[in-house]
């Protein structure tokens, strides 16, 4: 089993190793553990308390000496659940902070694929339509499988688009939208994303793509006219 599973549960390295441990050999004393996990029994014994403090690891005494033992796996299940309903108790609180301050902000930055994912979701949750000046076919090979979830939802929530792409190297079938196209030789891996008030211009590099998010109604409004001029020059 990949410890890594028990990592993003919450676990540290070393109590995933100890639980992985018990779990593949059993019932086990401390220099048992100590031996399959490759950690010093002084480690083990930490680490199991911290285990039995989360109710993942049990013990009894025999002869003297404990014998620990894994929790059944579910147990991580009801851990999840109690640290979602601790968050959702102080979600109400975070998201008024996050409110008070988000509009103080203009500009930010986005890097990474996760970056870039959190820009086209803000588009979503603005439900405005999107002009796209600059479309770069790239987009569908960095964030693979990415665009049908987008356009899906995009289209649930009746968010029209039009894009103008930057050459012909790819026809795409996309929902709820006007395309059209400049010559390759203005091709770019950048692009901008117009919508409501606000202004994403994103460098689509394959290996490092990013994003800068502009909220700015003056801004938005001048690549609104930009890109109502290019859209009469591009070629259906």
């Not at 147990?75 to 109690?82: A, H, N």
């Not at 301050?101 to 439900?127: C, H, I, P, S």
């Not at 026809?171 to 059209?180: D, H, N, Q, T, Y």
């Not at 800068?212 to 001048?222: M, Q, R, T, Y």
């Amino acid at each position: 089993m990949n410890i890594g599973i028990l990592r993003n549960a919450g676990l540290t390295e070393n109590e995933s190793k100890v639980y992985q441990a018990l779990l593949e050999i059993g019932p086990s004393l401390a220099g048992q553990i100590s031996r399959k996990s490759g950690l010093h029994r002084r480690t083990v014994y930490d680490v199991t308390e911290m285990l039995i403090k989360k109710g993942l690891v049990g013990y009894i005494l025999k002869n003297n000496r404990r014998l620990f033992e894994a929790s059944n796996p579910r147990k991580f299940l009801d851990i999840l659940d109690e640290k979602k309903s601790t968050f959702e108790v102080a979600l109400p609180q975070m998201m008024e902070l996050y409110g008070s301050t988000r509009e103080k902000q203009e500009t930010n930055f986005y890097k990474g694929k996760a970056g870039l994912k959190t820009v086209f979701e803000d588009q979503l949750q603005e439900g405005k339509e999107i002009l796209i000046l600059g479309a770069s076919p790239k987009a569908y090979d960095i964030l693979q499988f990415y665009f049908k979830w987008f356009d899906k939802k995009r289209k649930s929530k009746k968010i029209k688009t039009k894009i103008i792409f930057n050459g012909r190297d790819k026809k795409l079938a996309i929902p709820l939208s006007e395309v059209r196209y400049l010559p390759d030789k203005y091709a770019s891996p950048l692009a901008v994303n117009v919508y409501g008030d606000k202004v994403a211009i994103i460098m689509w590099k394959e290996d490092d793509p990013f994003a800068i998010l502009i909220k700015d109604a003056e801004v938005a409004d001048g690549y609104r006219k930009y890109f109502e001029l290019t859209w009469k020059v591009a070629r259906k």
